[in-house]
């Protein structure tokens, strides 16, 4: 499926991550680091929503995500315009018995639908979309009342520049070069004065660093490279 530069999605960024598909799913592949990282995400999400709830999350890929918040009991919807990516998310979920279907399209298409959701996640995304307000406005909008959005991303700055994108692209090689802009990160700041914009307001905020000796990521203070966000309505 084809789709052209909206605020909500480049194609360009969409290809890039649809030509990965076939190796999503493999631990040692290009998607290595949030493999590593996926535990420490349903684990976040999952302690602050209640029990079987049921999430969207928004730009799911071949479904990491997805699939862990299915396995805790919630039942998920994973979109993504990338096909291929969705074709491999469905294959690798086949037979597993968990509440979790995967759709196509855009989040502007379910907006246009009619649909809401109690809970929505869309970590790793924000710095992929063209136009960061614009995606936040159509999650919003996609909320039900009381609702609750968990994003993450990286935050715009020297040390994030270094480690997120020299580093781990160009001297550890953790990912393809050319999966970061660094121009395109935003800072929690950023990020919080649009979500007040569409009413909904931080109920908590979290770094996420990376142990390259262990392999293993761990919540902290330190918001300076990557961190993940809760917003309430």
């Not at 209640?50 to 799911?60: E, M, P, T, Y």
């Not at 609750?148 to 270094?162: G, P």
């Not at 307001?201 to 300076?224: E, F, H, K, N, Q």
């Amino acid at each position: 499926m084809q789709h052209t530069q909206t605020g909500v999605v480049s194609s360009e960024e969409v290809a890039k991550f649809d030509a990965l598909a076939g190796q999503w799913w493999d631990p040692a592949g290009p998607m290595a680091p949030l493999h590593a990282m996926n535990p420490l995400r349903a684990d976040w999400v999952d302690a602050r929503i209640a029990l079987a709830s049921r999430i969207l999350d928004v730009g799911c890929g071949a479904g990491l995500l997805s699939e862990a918040l299915a396995a805790r009991g919630h039942d998920v919807l994973g979109l993504d315009a990338a096909g291929s990516a969705i074709i491999a998310a469905r294959a690798h979920a086949e037979g597993k018995g968990l509440a979790l279907a995967y759709r196509c399209g855009l989040a502007e298409d379910l907006l246009a639908e009619g649909l809401r959701f109690p809970v929505i996640t869309a970590l790793e995304v924000i710095e992929h979309v063209p136009d960061p307000a614009r995606f936040i406005a159509v999650l919003a909008a996609l909320l039900e009342p009381g609702g609750t959005l968990f994003l993450s991303t990286l935050n715009r700055t020297k040390r994030a520049w270094l480690i997120a994108k020299f580093g781990a692209e160009y001297v550890m090689r953790l990912l393809p070069r050319g999966t970061h802009e660094w121009r395109a990160f935003l800072s929690p700041a950023e990020i919080g004065r649009i979500l007040r914009t569409e009413g909904l307001r931080v109920a908590d905020i979290a770094g996420m660093s990376y142990a390259p000796l262990t392999g293993r990521w761990t919540t902290g203070r330190d918001v300076s490279v990557n961190y993940i966000l809760q917003a309430v309505a």
